[in-house]
């Protein structure tokens, strides 16, 4: 079974400073992993993905996420935050068709993150 | 807007009742997922229909029931309703059956409150 933590519940960043939200995983088997954004009263929006090509991830929105294997990590980063970045942001991870999983998502519980002027 | 409509946006009833929840997938996709976002279980994967078949299920309580139409629209069918049923009720679409990499579209989701 696969499962993910994020660490932090709630993040508060000035505008302009670096983000990073913490995502850690579980998975018996070579995952893939997404970082999905919520606005409020929004449904979920794609940043990223790592499908196992490269490990560094560039998403939407200046965002990017490195997969480290030997700390199965996930972290997501970016480098100067915008009053816009206020949101709720969830790591999931999907198991490869070599799983019984198939599509199914699991996420992690979210963080908000919050941009101060 | 990603594609996917979810009607009604809104759902206000009562325990012990059932109600209905539609989700239309983005043109051309074949798969659509169902989730239940609530504070105490934040999002969980209920079920999983692919091209009119389910394909996998998850958390998804007796109670509850799902089903994907020939024009691939799907609805979810939430009976003896719960004051703990109450959650926003996602629908997301895919293209391909499953094979864990592809992007899952999200709809705006349904609020669903049980009094």
């Known amino acids: 079974a696969q499962s993910v933590t994020q660490l932090g519940s709630h993040v508060s960043v000035s505008e302009g400073a670096l983000v990073l939200l913490r995502c850690n995983y579980s998975?018996?088997?070579?995952?893939?992993l997404f970082w999905y954004v919520q606005y409020p009263n929004q449904g979920l929006q794609l940043l990223l993905k790592?499908?196992?090509?490269?490990?560094l991830v560039k998403g939407i929105n200046g965002f990017e996420a490195e997969f480290k294997k030997s700390e199965t990590s996930f972290h997501l980063t970016k480098p100067s935050a915008h009053m816009s970045d206020a949101a709720e942001y969830f790591c999931a991870v999907s198991l490869n068709a070599g799983g019984t999983s198939y599509g199914k998502l699991t996420f992690g519980q979210g963080t908000i993150l919050t941009v101060h002027p | 807007d990603s594609g996917v409509t979810q009607t009604p946006k809104h759902l206000i009833t009562a325990t012990g009742q059932r109600v209905t929840l539609r989700c239309s997938p983005r043109s051309g996709d074949l798969s659509v997922y169902w989730y239940q976002q609530s504070l105490d279980q934040g999002l969980q994967f209920l079920i999983q229909?692919?091209?009119?078949?389910?394909?996998a299920k998850g958390n998804i309580l007796e109670r509850f029931s799902a089903q994907q139409f020939p024009d691939l629209h799907s609805e979810l069918n939430l009976s003896s309703l719960e004051l703990g049923d109450s959650a926003l009720y996602f629908c997301?679409?895919?293209?391909?059956?499953?094979?864990?990499?592809?992007?899952?579209?999200f709809g705006p989701g349904t609020r669903l409150l049980v009094l």
């Open positions: 229909y692919y091209n009119g078949e389910e394909r």
């Open positions: 998975s018996s088997v070579p995952p893939y």
């Open positions: 790592y499908t196992s090509a490269a490990t």
């Open positions: 997301a679409s895919s293209a391909s059956p499953g094979l864990g990499l592809e992007t899952q579209y």
